[in-house]
């Protein structure tokens, strides 16, 4: 989940007046304020070119509003029910989607994923493959690595990255969270298989989730850049059930409502919707849904994405009975719809407890404060042709440097250490075959697991300034002065 900076939209409202009377007129009284903050903010052209918004309680929708346009170009204006692309809200309701799939589908969540998908639908090079399953996907504690691929209709077409991307356990299923587009996605292959339909058909049947390429151009929300606005153009975001799905705020509102606030149990049964609040696997991750860190005190759900040109956030508020949803087509600040739900929520009821600090788990360490990557290590990043040699030394002092496939070590960037998993850039590169033509920016992510350290790099690639892939890769390590153990063989 993003971390919002509590001041960002505090500091833009209140550069706004109080709201005149014709807008006040037009909402309930408590959110007029809000309200015509909303519109003051969009009509201004320096924030985003539109904002949705939606708040529901136990009896219904309470108030939804759209400010601006979703399409400048055609003079399409906002409106509750337009779709925008969520980013990773799809998570939260792709998870949804596979607990439907439970209850329709007899879709077994602890049930190995080979037994759906195949034995070699996703490689678990490390680890126990019967730990694969799809709660542990939902979890995001499968061990699969991160994944992003914005689809342009002007990127290269590659059968390097047109095909199966990201099918393989980084780390050992079940060893610890780690957050990544492909492990919901692969939880869209199960949920397609089970139900026999293409996932995004499931969605718009099972969870009125829609992808943005399936509907009308004047329902659909473009994406923009920074003021002045400029249209982007990407297509989608993939994977799908991971980081692409489009939805409205008037949807996530009802969603909201039918699972939590006023439960659906034709919807939902009871056992399905307490998984959701569950945190078993990760102190404040369910089964593709987050609880609020910054209100430890409280059980509020929380569903939120950003990308380029666009964020959502959904927060449920169980015990006071609210949800909110807040979307925007605009490259805004880090942060921006999460402080507009608790804006929002605060407006619609006083009792709304303050947020507190930024949680401990997620502030990441130095590797000074951890020993257990200390050393001289030596392996291999496997490619879908042949692998390549990578060189990594971490200093006791917590210095760290390294290379992929040259001679050259070069000091690590930004390395640091959070919940036993190491993450930095590393000086070096791939062929450029393996990244549709393109040159890239790599980065390690590594965790310990006995004598090896395994993981993958994560290729990021550009299309000019617009961002085009992020690509995993596996890798194993070994110390220098030993010989590479069996472990680590299958990614030589």
């Not at 492990?183 to 058909?201: T, W």
């Not at 399905?272 to 991750?285: E, I, K, N, Q, T």
């Not at 909110?324 to 605060?346: I, Y």
């Amino acid at each position: 989940m993003r971390l919002p900076i509590p001041t960002l939209t505090l500091a833009l409202l209140a550069t706004f007046e109080r709201p005149c009377s014709s807008e006040a007129q037009l909402v309930p009284k408590r959110f007029a304020t809000v309200a015509d903050s909303l519109r003051r903010l969009v009509d201004s052209a320096r924030v985003a070119p539109s904002i949705t918004v939606a708040v529901v309680g136990r009896d219904g929708i309470v108030w939804e509003q759209g400010f601006g346009y979703a399409d400048v170009g055609r003079g399409v204006r906002a409106e509750p029910t337009t779709a925008y692309p969520a980013a990773s809200v799809a998570k939260s309701l792709t998870a949804v989607g596979a607990l439907r799939a439970v209850e329709r589908y007899e879709l077994d969540l602890d049930r190995p994923i080979a037994a759906y998908l195949g034995a070699n639908a996703v490689a678990v090079r490390i680890g126990d493959a019967d730990k694969l399953t799809t709660r542990r996907l939902l979890q995001m504690t499968a061990g699969i690595p991160h994944l992003v691929r914005f689809r342009w209709p002007d990127a290269p077409e590659d059968t390097m990255v047109g095909g199966t991307l990201a099918h393989f356990a980084a780390f050992p299923p079940g060893a610890g969270f780690h957050y990544s587009n492909a492990s919901l996605g692969i939880v869209g292959e199960v949920v397609a298989r089970v139900s026999s339909l293409p996932f995004d058909q499931y969605m718009t049947r099972e969870v009125t989730a829609v992808r943005g390429d399936a509907l009308p151009p004047a329902r659909v929300a473009q994406t923009y850049s920074r003021a002045p606005f400029r249209r982007l153009g990407f297509v989608r975001l993939d994977p799908e059930p991971g980081a692409g799905v489009f939805t409205s705020a008037h949807d996530l509102a009802l969603l909201a409502r039918a699972l939590v606030l006023r439960p659906d149990r034709t919807f939902l049964g009871d056992s399905s919707r307490a998984s959701l609040l569950r945190f078993d696997g990760s102190p404040l991750y369910s089964l593709g849904w987050w609880r609020d860190p910054f209100r430890p005190d409280q059980m509020m759900l929380v569903a939120d994405g950003a990308a380029y040109g666009h964020q959502a956030t959904l927060k449920i508020y169980p015990d006071h009975g609210l949800a909110v949803a807040v979307l925007t087509n605009g490259s805004v600040r880090e942060g921006f719809t999460l402080e507009l739900c608790d804006l929002l929520l605060a407006a619609a009821d006083s009792a709304l407890p303050p947020a507190k600090g930024i949680p401990a788990e997620f502030i990441p360490k130095p590797l000074a404060g951890d020993s257990s990557f200390v050393g001289e290590w030596t392996g291999r990043v496997t490619l879908a042709r042949g692998s390549v040699p990578v060189r990594w030394i971490v200093a006791a002092d917590g210095k760290a440097k390294g290379v992929v496939d040259g001679d050259t070590l070069a000091p690590a960037r930004n390395a640091e250490v959070g919940g036993g998993l190491l993450e930095a850039g590393i000086a070096g590169a791939l062929p450029v075959a393996e990244t549709a033509g393109q040159p890239q920016t790599l980065g390690l992510k590594l965790r310990r697991v006995g004598a090896v350290l395994v993981g993958y790099v994560s290729a990021q690639v550009k299309l000019g300034d617009r961002p085009f892939l992020m690509l995993p890769f596996p890798i194993c390590l070994w110390k220098t002065n030993g010989g590479a153990p069996a472990a680590c063989r299958v990614s030589e």
